[in-house]
């Protein structure tokens, strides 16, 4: 007989977090961009103004930016670019 292992696996949320911002950003980056727009620009504006309406439906970019709030976003820039600005 053998007794089954259970293991608790503790994920870090804050990684989870912070791991899912850059894949929302990544994604809506390629649909503005597949559709012409300046990702930048556009993603600048909606982080700006709160008018979703600086991000296209395109790929359901729209939405999907909606998924993660802004504050959220921008304090992941802010952090990333500091981290890659002292190395």
Not at 25 to 43: H, I, P, S
Request: glycine content about 2%.
């Amino acid at each position: 007989m053998s007794k089954q292992k259970t293991e608790t696996v503790a994920f870090k949320s804050d990684e989870v977090r912070r791991d899912n911002i850059r894949q929302v950003l990544k994604q809506v980056q390629a649909a503005l961009t597949e559709r012409g727009y300046n990702a930048v620009n556009q993603l600048s504006g909606y982080l700006i103004s709160d008018d979703p309406a600086y991000i296209s439906s395109h790929n359901n970019a729209r939405n999907l930016i909606q998924t993660v709030e802004r504050y959220e976003i921008i304090e992941e820039l802010v952090r990333t670019y500091l981290d890659d600005s002292n190395e």
